[in-house]
């Protein structure tokens, strides 16, 4: 089984980080979205795809990048983001358009990141230090777990 993981990091780097311990766990290639076209996704049977939470939204960029994708087959996905608060229900919009296209969604992760919005600047930044070595443990027991269903 081919994997790909999709990253857009934008802010801080955090999702990126947790991309990295993702493809290290369970293997594959590790895709920034600013190198990649829609055709690559046709290389892989397995991808994740990742980013911060804008705006309570995964990053425009990504979002365009996935409903930009023509309807696949037989292909599964996962979904992972970091943010501010830290939410799951952040990854619904894309687990949505990813299931849309046909792919079929094997698992998602989340957990805080550092956070520097607006006024959260003035007072330091939200999460200092996220993702931090918990989160990595999590992320790679979530690594883990996808596994046992590829
Ligand atoms: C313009 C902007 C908007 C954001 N909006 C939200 C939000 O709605 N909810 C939230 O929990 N975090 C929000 N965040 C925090 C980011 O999701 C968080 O810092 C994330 O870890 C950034 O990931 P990255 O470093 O991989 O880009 C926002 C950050 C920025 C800069």
Avoid: Q
């Avoid at 934008?10 to 990295?20: L, S, W």
């Avoid at 996905?77 to 939410?87: I, N």
């Avoid at 792919?103 to 959260?120: A, N, V, Y």
């Amino acid at each position: 089984m081919k994997i790909g993981i999709i990253y857009k990091s934008v802010h801080h780097g955090n999702t990126k980080r947790i991309a990295e311990v993702i493809v290290n766990s369970l293997g594959g290639d590790l895709l920034d979205l600013k190198d990649i076209k829609a055709d690559v996704v046709k290389d892989y049977d397995l991808i994740g795809f990742g980013s911060g939470i804008f705006y309570s939204k995964p990053h425009k960029d990504l979002m365009k990048f996935v409903e930009g994708l023509g309807n696949v087959e037989d292909k599964k996905a996962f979904v992972f983001s970091t943010s501010g608060r830290d939410k799951l229900e952040f990854n619904s919009m894309l687990k949505e358009k990813l299931s849309g296209k046909g792919f079929e969604i094997i698992g998602e992760f989340s957990c805080k990141g550092f956070d520097t919005w607006g006024p959260f600047k003035l007072i330091g930044g939200l999460n200092k230090g996220k993702p931090d070595e918990e989160d990595f443990k999590s992320a790679e027991r979530f690594a883990n777990s996808l596994k046992e269903k590829i």
